[in-house]
T-cell receptor
């Protein structure tokens, strides 16, 4: 069983819709990351969270440490938001050298239709 | 600030051939990671370097994969010989002293 689970695996939305992607994890973490991967492979970091909520433009990320759950929201979705969104965590119980390692979810493939 | 550079961007080889990938991390980043991402899956860590030393290579298939970071800056990942199941995107990432990692554009390998 993967330590990080994402849902849904695939999501298709109409332009302008509000989108939510969920991430659940089963281990203690130091931080949680939301990453965006466009076709071609490159990964961009969207957010790093250890508590609460962060907002950047139309993107909002929240985390509930007690429930071991995070959500990524996209407001007023646009076709250029089409990408794979990946949740990753840093485990809290690790040797110092490996504490920065990411444990990844399998990603959510988002397609926004004009 | 220049990002993480990788080359080549694409590579097609036949099974049993050899291939090498190159990564140049962000200047000053001591930690460098190589990941393998198979289509439809999240990235899987192959090896982590701290400067020129290996921190974790527990998931590196050492019978065919090797990696080095001789001067603690750029790094190469080699596969010899390649198998069909090695077809994937190979990602390099670097970090300084935080939980954040900065990813390169990746190398898409197709083994036929």
């Amino acid at each position: 069983k993967n330590e990080v689970e994402q849902s849904p695996q695939n999501l298709t939305a109409q332009e302008g819709e509000f989108i939510t992607i969920n991430c659940s994890y089963s281990v203690g973490i130091s931080a949680l990351h939301w990453l965006q991967q466009h076709p071609g492979g490159g990964i961009v970091s969207l957010f790093m969270l250890s508590s609460g909520k962060k907002k950047h433009g139309r993107l909002i990320a929240t985390i509930n440490i007690q429930e071991k759950h995070s959500s990524l929201h996209i407001t007023a979705s646009h076709p250029r938001d089409s990408a794979v969104y990946i949740c990753a965590v840093n485990l809290s119980v690790e040797a110092p050298d490996t504490g920065n390692q990411f444990y990844f979810g399998t990603g959510t493939s988002l397609t926004v239709i004009p | 600030e220049a990002g993480v550079a990788q080359s080549p961007r694409y590579k097609i080889i036949e099974k049993r051939q050899s291939v090498a990938f190159w990564c140049n991390p962000i200047s000053g980043h001591a930690t460098l990671y190589w990941y393998q991402q198979i289509l439809g899956q999240g990235p899987k860590l192959l090896i982590q370097f701290q400067n020129n030393g290996v921190v974790d290579d527990s998931q590196l298939p050492k019978d065919r994969f090797s990696a080095e970071r001789l001067k603690g800056v750029d790094s190469t990942l080699k596969i010899q010989p390649a198998k069909l199941e090695d077809s994937a995107v190979y990602l390099c990432a670097s970090s300084f002293q935080s939980y954040e990692q900065y990813f390169g554009p990746g190398t898409r390998l197709t083994v036929t």
